[in-house]
């Protein structure tokens, strides 16, 4: 069994700074790329930023230069840090990674969502 749980959602003013946190659990092998993905009410989810096991990166346009994904692989987790938040990121943020276990085979797996909302 795997599980990636979020956390540090919240309520911030625009201009303002939140850090997320997601850590996966369970009989993990190996974690290949783990993302952040939101989805605001009446939207499709969207990618916003993703990072290999070597640490390549990769950012959609409306989050580059305010956003940081980054990881610790001892720790099995994946940041994001917001920075000069707007209310259009306001959306439940879902990490995910796509995790090798012992018992074989690799798989996508989600966290259950975390809540960001920006007011203005």
């Known amino acids: 069994q795997v599980q990636l749980v979020e956390s540090g959602g919240g309520l911030v003013q625009a201009g303002g700074s939140l850090r997320l946190s997601c850590t996966a659990s369970g009989t993990i092998f190996s974690i290949n790329a783990m993302g952040w993905y939101r989805q605001a009410p009446g939207k499709q989810r969207e990618l916003v930023a993703t990072i290999t096991s070597g640490g390549s990166t990769n950012y959609a346009d409306s989050v580059k230069g305010r956003f940081t994904i980054s990881r610790d692989n001892a720790k099995n987790t994946v940041y994001l840090q917001m920075n000069i938040l707007e209310p259009e990121d306001t959306a439940v943020y879902y990490c995910?990674?796509?995790?090798?276990?012992?018992?074989?085979?690799?798989?996508?797996?989600w966290g259950q969502g975390t809540q960001v909302t920006v007011s203005s």
């Open positions: 995910n990674a796509f995790i090798k276990t012992w018992v074989g085979g690799g798989y996508v797996y």
